[in-house]
Nanobody, 120 residues
């Protein structure tokens, strides 16, 4: 059984940085992928970034490309630089057993989320 727990969110100003951590309990296999999604009030959960567990290939939404970096060791991280007001959301990490995907419904395990608020 895999359990996920996100941390690292907070209130920051535009242009600031944050690093989110997704702690993993249980085993992730090389064929799996781990992803970060976010959900703002009244909006659907949207893809942010993903990493293939075995080969460590990374993928990003166009809206965060060049600003966010996903990485992993035994946990998964999301380094977020040059944050903007539109990045405000609850951020979730998830596990996709079928490998890399941008579709939230194809992730079968989620953490509880961590709030990121970007405001001046």
């Amino acid at each position: 059984q895999v359990l996920l727990a996100e941390s690292g969110g907070g209130l920051v100003q535009p242009g600031d940085s944050l690093r989110l951590t997704c702690e993993i309990s249980g085993r992730i296999f090389s064929s799996h992928a781990m992803g970060w999604f976010r959900q703002a009030p009244g909006k659907e959960r949207e893809f942010v970034a993903a990493i293939r567990w075995g080969v460590r290939n990374t993928y990003y939404a166009d809206s965060v490309k060049g600003r966010f970096t996903i990485s992993r060791d035994n946990a998964v991280y999301l380094q977020m630089n040059n944050l903007k007001a539109e990045d405000t959301a609850v951020y979730y990490c998830g596990r996709a057993r079928g490998g890399y995907t941008t579709i939230a419904a194809e992730y079968d395990v989620w953490g509880q989320g961590t709030q990121v608020t970007v405001s001046s």
